[in-house]
């Protein structure tokens, strides 16, 4: 699919501001198609898209076509809504067919697009996405097929001596495509050209479509390499990249990134302790913990409980679906022989680890993880008739309790997966 020259000339220093040029979207070595969706770029600064200007009439399609879509500049002409694509500079159109059916012909003339022109200058004209779709029926948009695309460009400019052309952007992401949700990219620009004589890129313009958001972000940048993240996975996003040369000369380039939403994160969701205040020593404490996987897949959670440095009780449940928790797991902590004071019990999930025992889940960009750990403190005291020395009633009425879990020591404990030893009695 390639854009070309309708009724004028693309390049040509006689084209002057007022006059029309006139580009159709021809369809080439394709099977019969029913229905298509398709966007242009263009420098608005240089051609305006005339508001009649898009017409479809006697195209590949025929004279029997719905049309779902026509944006110009961001504001819808027919339909609703325009695409999350659409601003200034950019029209798009839908079309199908009204019957079943596809179209009799495979090669030839989609639309035609109308520009007028405003000033002196070189843009490209960029096919900045196109589905065509065929086997679909009245209302229904059908299985896409794959198409290559060919970019126009328009030019009523001189530069050194000769037609101006449009710059060639190009750019390289690091890492490559399917590419984790949160994940910082690296996008390097430095491979872009212009063909213009004695002439250099001066700037870039980076435009982020956030597939399934409304908002999309531009970055304007004299720096050929930009970091961005992408915050919504499981989803095909757009990037296109604009370059201007030292001659404003303009050139697109369009690249489908896809991002992937594949998180690994494990967690205590409670961890409850019966009773824990002023417990006999001696007297059973119920423990009962839950495990929680927050990961986009099923996964197997470790689920461990601790008093200081004991293990009362671990088990794994296998499979755990998706942001879903694991049974209660409950155990009778035996406080016999137990040494009157505060005691942490803890709830664990051990992080999940790679080969080579890095934590791979959670906030793994800092190589730790900060939900796998919940504690309830237990308060045992001296049993009358046992002979031990510890706090009296009267004093742990009057004393208070106050404890400070320091996030710093909590994160390093979980990332040594290494376990507390028991505080000394308070006196």
């Not at 029209?91 to 639309?111: H, P």
């Not at 960029?126 to 009245?138: R, T």
């Not at 050139?251 to 494990?266: I, P, S």
């Not at 080579?356 to 750990?373: C, F, H, L």
Request: hydrophobic share 40%; aromatic share 8%.
């Amino acid at each position: 699919m390639g854009i070309q020259c309708g009724e004028t000339t693309c390049a040509d220093t006689n084209l002057v501001p007022g006059q029309t040029v006139t580009f159709g979207v021809n369809l080439t070595n394709a099977p019969p198609i029913h229905a298509y969706t398709i966007s242009i770029q263009y420098n608005p600064k240089i051609l305006s898209l005339l508001s009649n200007g898009i017409d479809p009439s006697g195209g590949l399609l025929g004279n029997q076509i719905s049309t779902y879509i026509e944006c110009i500049d961001g504001q819808a002409v027919i339909g609703s809504n325009c695409t999350t694509l659409d601003g200034a500079g950019v029209m798009t159109l839908s079309e199908t067919i009204v019957s079943s059916g596809n179209s009799t012909a495979t090669s030839g003339t989609l639309f035609t697009v109308k520009f007028n022109i405003l000033t002196t200058g070189a843009s490209q004209i960029h096919l900045l996405k196109a589905e065509i779709a065929q086997g679909a029926s009245a209302g229904n948009f059908g299985a896409l097929l794959g198409v290559q695309l060919a970019d126009g460009y328009f030019s009523n400019m001189l530069c050194g001596g000769q037609l101006c052309r449009p710059p060639i952007p190009s750019f390289t992401i690091v890492p490559l495509p399917p590419i984790p949700v949160d994940k910082n990219v690296t996008f390097d620009a430095t491979a872009s050209t212009t063909p213009n004589p004695g002439a250099r890129i001066s700037f870039y313009t980076w435009f982020w479509n956030e597939a399934g958001s409304s908002i999309s972000t531009f970055t304007v940048t004299n720096m050929s390499v930009i970091d961005k993240a992408f915050f919504i996975g499981n989803q095909r996003h757009f990037i296109t990249l604009t370059v201007n040369d030292t001659y404003n000369a303009v050139g697109y380039f369009t690249m489908q990134v896809q991002v992937t939403d594949l998180r690994l994160d494990l967690g205590v969701d409670s961890v409850n302790a019966k009773p824990v205040f002023r417990v006999l020593v001696g007297t059973p404490v119920n423990v009962t913990a839950v495990g929680e996987n927050l990961s986009t897949s099923a996964v197997n959670v470790t689920l461990e409980i601790f008093v200081g440095s004991t293990l009362l009780a671990n088990k794994t449940f296998l499979n755990v679906h998706s942001h879903s928790s694991t049974v209660p797991l409950s155990v009778i902590w035996d406080t016999h022989g137990f040494s009157p004071k505060i005691y942490k019990v803890e709830a664990i999930v051990p992080p999940i680890r790679d080969s080579s025992g890095r934590i791979i889940e959670g906030d793994a960009v800092k190589g730790v993880d900060t939900n796998n750990m919940g504690l309830v403190f237990v308060q045992l005291v001296e049993n009358p008739g046992s002979g031990l020395v510890s706090l009296s009633l009267i004093q742990t009425t009057g004393l208070g309790i106050i404890v400070l879990i320091g996030i710093g020591v909590a994160v390093g404990f979980f990332s040594k997966r290494r376990h507390t030893v028991e505080p000394p009695p308070l006196e």
